[in-house]
């Protein structure tokens, strides 16, 4: 049984235990979620290694870091190298987005190696075994059944992209950006027939029981540009993939539903209401959303921005941008700053919606920093290891270093350290 059908049952399972106390909730409440869709546990009979989580607006809002190669660019090893920074900065998910060379071993090896969910878009496989225009329902099928068979947990399939929908999106500035949704629209015009994803959805459904696959609906017409959003097309697509929620949940599938990409900051709140209100309140998983368009190189903060107001209004999980969003692959260190710019979006949401000892982290950075506990002010930093590399950096340019036993920063100094007068302040009123 899924996750879904043995919460309807009335019974705990171990993933529903794990993620109660991760989510400091009782496994009661955590039960009856998943049983009526609001929370899904990505969780794939095959994936061993898994610690599972639990993504839902009424949890800690999730981040999920893209990986993967390209065609023209990485390997399976930097990939695997993408995965290890992505887990210990803190991702909560990962996603294989990999074009190039041998996919299955490279999502074994991820497999392997991966302790959070894993997700991927078969799409990709499925144009790289079979070409741009010949496949169609088998293939589709005989990739999904493979992916799963290996362990993938959630898999993004863009079966709410209608044949209808193409016209609406082609009136666009810059048309459909999703890579899935334009191998489809262009798969569609070929051979003049419907999505093979939304025809052969009860099929990829009883794949995704059997191994408890859950199914992530794509947004393959989100707006790629401010130009783009909110229009006719996004919501078109919204309203069919609140649908097929529908769908998922009578056969007891999980599904979350993803998200816009580029959204001004005065449209975010409407966004994420539209598809509370249109996918019954499944868990809503979104790409930033980018907020301006014209700073490339610096994604990370405008889709971060984005993100952190997303969640704010309802968003169950960030995909996270990195500073080569819309210039490039991504490599390490980029995923190390997408990463720590959207763990940063998340809290900082979860700490606005007062959500269960969210700000105990902030509270106890905030005490180490009263008594100058380095230590411990890196020890409860987001990125810690960034935090002691630019306070020994500012150490190595003070003329005073050792002054005062650190007890200042080099931005004021001893004598300006309105810290370290607050103190002596406190200790006078003692008297």
């Given at each position: 049984?899924?996750?879904?059908?043995?919460?309807?049952?009335?019974?705990?399972?171990?993933?529903?235990?794990?993620?109660?106390?991760?989510e400091?909730?009782?496994?009661?409440?955590?039960r009856?979620?998943?049983?009526?869709?609001?929370?899904?546990?990505?969780?794939?009979?095959?994936?061993?290694?898994?610690?599972p989580?639990?993504?839902?607006?009424?949890?800690?809002?999730?981040?999920?870091?893209?990986?993967?190669?390209?065609?023209?660019?990485?390997?399976?090893?930097?990939?695997?190298?993408?995965?290890?920074?992505?887990?210990?900065?803190?991702?909560?998910t990962?996603?294989?987005?990999?074009?190039?060379?041998?996919?299955?071993?490279?999502?074994?090896?991820?497999?392997?190696?991966?302790?959070?969910?894993?997700?991927?878009?078969?799409?990709?496989?499925v144009?790289?075994?079979?070409?741009?225009?010949?496949?169609?329902?088998?293939?589709?099928?005989?990739?999904?059944?493979?992916?799963?068979e290996?362990?993938?947990d959630?898999?993004?399939?863009?079966?709410?992209?209608?044949?209808?929908?193409?016209?609406?999106?082609?009136?666009?500035?810059?048309?459909?950006?999703?890579?899935?949704?334009?191998?489809?629209?262009?798969?569609?015009?070929?051979?003049?027939?419907?999505?093979?994803?939304?025809?052969?959805?009860?099929?990829?459904?009883?794949?995704?029981?059997?191994?408890?696959?859950?199914?992530?609906?794509?947004?393959?017409?989100?707006?790629?540009?401010?130009?783009?959003?909110?229009?006719?097309?996004?919501?078109?697509?919204l309203?069919?993939?609140?649908?097929?929620v529908?769908?998922?949940?009578?056969?007891?599938?999980?599904?979350?539903?993803?998200?816009?990409?580029?959204?001004?900051?005065?449209?975010?709140?409407?966004?994420?209401?539209?598809?509370?209100?249109?996918?019954?309140?499944?868990?809503?998983?979104?790409?930033?959303?980018?907020?301006?368009?014209?700073?490339?190189?610096?994604?990370?903060?405008?889709?971060?921005?984005?993100?952190?107001?997303?969640?704010f209004?309802?968003?169950?999980?960030?995909?996270?941008?990195?500073?080569?969003?819309?210039?490039?692959?991504?490599?390490?260190?980029?995923?190390?700053?997408?990463?720590?710019?959207?763990?940063?979006?998340?809290?900082?949401?979860?700490?606005a919606?007062?959500?269960?000892?969210?700000?105990?982290?902030?509270?106890?950075?905030?005490?180490?920093?009263?008594?100058?506990?380095?230590?411990?002010?890196?020890?409860?930093?987001?990125?810690?290891?960034?935090?002691?590399?630019?306070?020994?950096?500012?150490?190595?340019?003070?003329?005073?270093?050792?002054?005062?036993?650190?007890k200042?920063?080099?931005?004021?100094?001893?004598?300006?350290?309105?810290?370290?007068?607050?103190?002596?302040?406190?200790?006078?009123?003692?008297?």
């Amino acid at each position: 049984m899924t996750q879904m059908e043995i919460a309807r049952k009335g019974q705990i399972s171990d993933a529903v235990k794990i993620v109660a106390a991760k989510e400091k909730r009782s496994t009661e409440f955590i039960r009856r979620r998943v049983a009526d869709g609001r929370i899904v546990i990505p969780a794939n009979i095959n994936h061993t290694q898994l610690s599972p989580c639990g993504i839902g607006r009424e949890l800690f809002t999730k981040i999920n870091a893209n990986i993967g190669n390209s065609a023209v660019a990485s390997c399976g090893k930097a990939e695997r190298s993408k995965l290890e920074i992505a887990c210990r900065y803190g991702a909560d998910t990962v996603m294989d987005l990999s074009t190039g060379g041998d996919l299955g071993a490279i999502r074994r090896n991820l497999l392997a190696n991966c302790t959070i969910p894993l997700g991927t878009v078969p799409i990709y496989e499925v144009v790289a075994r079979f070409g741009g225009e010949n496949f169609g329902e088998k293939e589709i099928l005989q990739v999904i059944s493979e992916q799963a068979e290996q362990g993938v947990d959630y898999m993004t399939i863009h079966s709410g992209l209608l044949s209808k929908h193409v016209p609406l999106a082609l009136k666009r500035k810059l048309g459909i950006v999703s890579r899935g949704g334009a191998l489809l629209a262009a798969w569609m015009e070929k051979h003049k027939k419907e999505n093979p994803f939304y025809t052969a959805f009860d099929k990829i459904l009883d794949i995704c029981r059997q191994y408890d696959v859950t199914l992530s609906l794509g947004d393959g017409l989100r707006p790629g540009c401010l130009a783009d959003s909110s229009d006719a097309a996004q919501f078109a697509e919204l309203r069919t993939l609140g649908e097929l929620v529908d769908r998922c949940r009578k056969a007891g599938v999980q599904a979350m539903v993803e998200g816009p990409g580029h959204v001004p900051l005065n449209e975010i709140r409407m966004n994420m209401l539209k598809e509370r209100k249109l996918c019954g309140d499944a868990p809503f998983y979104i790409l930033g959303p980018v907020v301006t368009d014209c700073a490339p190189g610096y994604d990370h903060f405008t889709a971060g921005a984005g993100g952190m107001l997303g969640a704010f209004y309802g968003a169950a999980m960030l995909c996270y941008v990195t500073p080569k969003e819309h210039l490039g692959l991504p490599n390490p260190d980029d995923v190390r700053a997408g990463v720590v710019a959207f763990k940063i979006a998340a809290h900082a949401a979860d700490v606005a919606l007062k959500k269960p000892g969210a700000r105990a982290q902030d509270d106890a950075i905030s005490d180490a920093r009263q008594n100058f506990d380095w230590e411990a002010q890196f020890a409860n930093s987001i990125d810690p290891a960034r935090a002691r590399e630019l306070r020994e950096e500012a150490l190595r340019e003070s003329s005073s270093a050792s002054a005062h036993d650190g007890k200042y920063c080099t931005m004021c100094g001893p004598d300006f350290c309105s810290v370290r007068l607050s103190a002596k302040l406190k200790n006078l009123l003692k008297r």
